[in-house]
């Protein structure tokens, strides 16, 4: 760090010790450093840089459906939460480790987050609340150099530091922003549309539409607000059609964008959240880059992002942490596309817009327009068999598939987390003390209510494995015939599939209950 830049092996011993749960120490070395009359710059930038790759390492292991990796990072959120508030600590401070948590692609725990704003009053903000155009883009004109131009890491700089502050002011700088001549700040003004107060995208469409005919949009720029149009609610959807038509007529030409591969593309196994992770390792000359995007069941499309500039080891490294924690499989391009487009269903229904870095994603993919579209679980299993013979899909090869359903664990680790949890299992479960009574209750009153949701977890295993598994494995014909008939209507008590989720919830639900002291007797 103190000859200007962090060396190659930053990410891996960042990764290492956050794999390790070490993490934690990464902070109070920072704290440590801060803390002193005379900080050495080098090491507080050191400090950054590690715990940075030690929150992504454990994010994408975690949406991979790495337990370790998910308690490790439960552990790191707890100590940054400590830190700043058990002592008086300076904003700066307090700020590097929100950062660095938000440049990782995580959400910024409240603690943290009521603390650097408490702390933020007056004296880090990046842009001043009353601050006019001009002062605003003098101020972000030298970032946007230091990212080179790239819109998408404009935007997640803006919003790391922006977080803290109202969505009045984020409109704010959003308007400005839109109204930029230089086409990385205009277009990083999109991302403004996707967030979770509308104040902002309302900003972003009025600049757009009041400069259109003295400032002409790039064509990339209007065909990206069509992409995003899609996955937006119906109310801010008419904003963007408005700011389609203004630009539309004034366009610049278009500018071809330089060609990119995909050398490979992985899907992790579906864990027992719904949760799936994509993978994809892009070549652009002798340039690689990752881009992931992660959805769950109940989020929809829950994170996206694309990290460039990886060297051939760098990417190779990365692809072999991403096999061994995730069990990830070669899947086409058809599947991806298949699965997001149901994902973006989910973010509609919770009027919850996908991350901007979903929309630099799919252009690296080449997916073009990807509308959202539900694919119910009946009718992906129905999907899948179609082309099978009456014998491989006819009631005792069904059959045969159920039993099949009970080694499905030692196949595959993900599936050691498909079990429920939450306030209804806590609910079900407590007031019954014998084992074999909490496994009959969450088979017989708990698993039959959610035998849809189950069925999507077993039809997509079913989708991923067929899309990667070699011609002469047919473990996706089991899912396959096993999700469809969790999708119809046949007895519930005859799912082998429950029995194992019963057990697992039960075995989850004892290890979460505090341990009861022994209370020695007086003789």
Known sequence: MAQGEPPDTAREAGALLGEGGAAPEIIACLLAETGKKRPSEPMIQACCVLLQAALTHLRIAANGGSAAARANLAQLRDAAERAVTARDIPAFTIMLIARAFMEA?????????AAMM?????????????????QILEQLAPLAEALGQDPFAIFAE?????????????????ATLAGAEAFALRAAALGFL????????????????????????PSRLIEWLVRLRVWLPPARQKGLDKAIRALRPHAAPPVAAPPIAISRLLASMCDGAGAQSFFALLKSGRQFALAAFFVKEEEGVADAWLREGLSKRDADSVLRQIVSETEALDVPVSLVAQRLADALVVNLARQVPPPFGLLQVTEALG??????????PQALAEQLLADQPAARTGPEATQTAHAASLDWPERYASLTSWFEAGEAVDALLKPLPQREARIAAVQTKLLPRRRAVWAGRCAWMAATLRAGAVEDEDAWLDFALVARDLAGDSPAQGFPLFGLIAEATVEAFDASQPRRRAVRRRR
């Open 118 to 134: 408490d702390n933020l009053e007056g004296e880090l903000p990046l842009v001043p609340p009353d601050a006019d155009d001009a």
């Open 105 to 113: 692609g995580l959400e910024v725990a409240p603690a943290l987050k």
């Open 367 to 376: 997916l073009g327009l990807v509308q959202p579209a539900a694919l119910v």
């Open 194 to 217: 996707l967030d979770p107060e509308p104040a902002p995208g309302r900003a972003v469409v009025e600049s757009l539409v009041a400069t259109a005919r003295e400032n002409p949009a």
């Open 158 to 174: 803006l919003s790391a530091t922006g977080a803290a502050f109202s969505a009045e002011h984020r409109a704010a700088m959003a």
